[in-house]
């Protein structure tokens, strides 16, 4: 069957978008080499695509009609940024009938950290975190979102590393609850955008070239829009 997706030449060129952090990044990869990032400290998204991913481009030298897969942080973090990042990429690779390929935010910050155990948070607000478990780069807990003194108790006593604005919010229980069994990453929120080119190249060598509609969102917990409707029906 043909779905408008096929490739007769090594995939080389991914453009990247994430919006699941509160400033954000894109960047552009050749071969899983970032060719550049950027980030910004400002979470209006909406003004900002796909504004920022021209302008990337440009600085490159590279046009659209060029990038082989796009690449977009799949969550979990901001709803309405999480929303507006697939949104965008969706509608570049519906018009360049390129791949869409997810990454989940979780998987960019556990490659970035590249560390034995790694914690990786994300603030989810409400004094909540969402937060998953790697060891050597594989998920050994699954996402689950919480508060942070509840979800410290699962590495109590084990060596852990620590990456994600979650950790930013919550730096100094870490240290007090965990003293020198937790290594923290510097910076602690790191721009992810080139992570996930990085593992979308990856996945796309393997043979992944899912189509723009394919992509899945990770939200761990429900909208509030979600949860008022839900209440409304209960009545």
Excluded: K
Aim: proline letters at 6%.
């Amino acid at each position: 069957m043909n779905t408008g997706l096929l490739y007769y030449h090594p995939l080389v060129l991914v453009l990247a978008l994430d919006t699941t952090t509160r400033g954000g990044s894109c960047a552009l990869a050749r071969d899983g080499v970032v060719l550049d990032e950027r980030s910004t400290e400002s979470a209006e998204y909406a003004a900002r695509l796909p504004g920022d991913l021209m302008a990337l481009l440009d600085r490159t030298g590279v046009a659209l009609a060029e990038v082989d897969a796009f690449a977009v942080a799949t969550g979990p973090g901001s709803f309405t940024g999480l929303r507006i990042g697939i949104a965008t990429m969706q509608g570049l690779a519906f018009a360049s009938t390129r791949p869409l390929i997810g990454v989940s935010t979780f998987d960019a910050l556990a490659h970035h950290a590249s560390a034995p155990r790694t914690a990786t948070w994300i603030d989810a607000w409400r004094r909540e975190v969402y937060a998953a478990l790697y060891e050597n780069g594989e998920l050994v807990r699954e996402p689950t979102v919480d508060r942070p003194e509840h979800i410290i108790a699962a590495v109590r006593n084990m060596t852990t590393h620590f990456i994600g604005d979650g950790v930013t919010a919550y730096r100094e229980l870490i240290e007090r609850e965990l003293g020198g069994a937790a290594t923290i990453a510097e910076p602690t929120a790191p721009p992810l955008a080139g992570t996930i080119a990085h593992l979308a190249t990856a996945a796309a060598a393997r043979g992944a070239a899912p189509p723009p509609h394919a992509i899945r969102p990770l939200y761990v917990r429900r909208s509030d829009a979600e949860l008022v409707r839900n209440a409304r029906a209960s009545r």
